[in-house]
């Protein structure tokens, strides 16, 4: 006997998971379109559950799924099968579950998972449980072709969707949401249901004390570099710590305008110099902000000299903080460009415009940045 709801078998389900960490206006058009080429009925939002190894910043599993509800107005119901597994829920194993319950089933995934499809778990199962409906996303348009290669590997039926939506990515809604922005990528509903929830004020405290250390415009940077830093950490798979990413980025400034030493520990010879508030920075973050991770610190300590052999991290925020968008002069916005297209060539690019601008200046060049270039920069 079938206990609770029961579905009519004839109908067509498409079946689209997802973290909706939070759920984005992409994730709504995407479905839409999906749901209109494919003749489907029925629209099923399954929201992962990673208990394992959760990742950082995810809201809860229960916030998630009634985001997503809302991202569709209610047009879609949302299926919490992986909360109710509690783990395991590889798609080779959920699959045939969700068959079993909803009948004819359709897997949507984006053009951008379907390239990572041969490193899923029993991709060979998956789909041998049902049609797998692929729409493209921007930055993937040759959807055709990996759906050839996948199939040449694993056969099964896949459904080309016609839809090639923006390059919207959670990370810096999730970043812009945290500096107390409205993301234009979120739904109305999704936003009120935050502002309602009162999600992402994390860092409430914080932003009002650093706006006291910073003028309007220096802190109008601060979130500029945050966002740029988020951006290129997922964008380019650079897979460095959100939490650790936002937070470097938001303080790497804050010492600018309050010079003072204060008996913190920074180098004699940059004392009177610009470079001493990278020091004093991360001096000051420590002190003024609890900071007492070593990468974040550095990441501050470096920022405005960079040096030799730094980590991704160190680079990330160097680069984020050069090419932030509220540089809008000559030659920013086309290193910027370089930097979007290839992280590593235009950190490097960003680390020589400023060794030659300096150098041309005539001024003395601090030890760390002459170091800096000649390990990355010299042939
Ligand atoms: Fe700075
Ligand atoms: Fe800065």
Redesign the pocket.
């Known amino acids: 006997m079938r206990v609770g709801k029961m579905y009519n078998d004839r109908m067509k389900t498409l079946i689209f998971g997802g973290a909706f960490d939070p759920p984005h206006k992409e994730h709504v058009a995407m479905c839409n379109a999906a749901m209109q080429q494919l003749g489907a009925d029925r629209l099923v939002l399954v929201p992962t559950y990673l208990p394992r190894h959760k990742s950082e910043g995810l809201l809860d599993f229960d916030v998630r799924a009634e985001l997503a509800y809302a991202a569709f107005g209610g047009r879609a119901e949302v299926d919490r099968i992986e909360r109710e597994r509690g783990g395991d829920n590889f798609s080779y194993l959920v699959l045939p579950l969700l068959k079993q319950k909803y009948g004819d089933i359709i897997y949507l995934i984006g053009g951008d998972s379907l390239e990572f499809m041969p490193t899923w778990r029993h991709t060979e199962k998956i789909v041998e449980v049902c049609p797998i409906a692929v729409a493209a996303r921007k930055g993937y348009a040759d959807v055709e072709g990996q759906i050839a290669r996948v199939k040449s590997m694993y056969g099964g039926t896949f459904l080309p969707v016609n839809f090639v939506g923006e390059d919207v990515s959670s990370s810096t809604i999730k970043a812009e949401l945290l500096l107390g922005g409205s993301p234009t990528a979120l739904p109305e509903s999704v936003l009120s249901a935050i502002r309602e929830k009162r999600l992402f004020e994390n860092y409430a405290d914080m932003l009002n004390k650093l706006k006291g250390f910073e003028s309007e415009e220096l802190f109008a940077h601060s979130k500029a570099v945050v966002m740029r830093a988020v951006d290129f950490n997922s964008k380019h798979n650079l897979a460095q710590s959100f939490e650790k990413v936002f937070l470097a980025a938001l303080l790497?400034?804050n010492a600018?305008q309050r010079p003072s030493v204060d008996g913190l520990d920074v180098p004699s010879d940059c004392i009177g110099t610009p470079v001493l508030?990278?020091f004093l920075?991360a001096e000051k973050a420590r002190r003024d902000f609890g900071v007492d991770d070593e990468d974040i610190l550095n990441a501050i300590r470096y920022?405005?000299t960079a040096k030799a052999d730094m980590t991704l991290f160190e680079r990330l925020i160097y680069t984020a903080?050069s090419l932030s968008d509220d540089r809008t002069y000559d030659p920013i916005p086309a290193l910027r460009e370089i930097a979007k297209e290839d992280f590593e060539a235009g950190f490097v690019a960003t680390l020589r415009h400023t060794y030659e601008k300096l150098l041309a200046k005539g001024k003395g060049i601090y030890p760390l940045t002459v170091e800096a270039y000649k390990f990355y920069c010299k042939p």
């Open positions: 790497h400034d600018k508030h990278q920075g920022h405005t903080d």
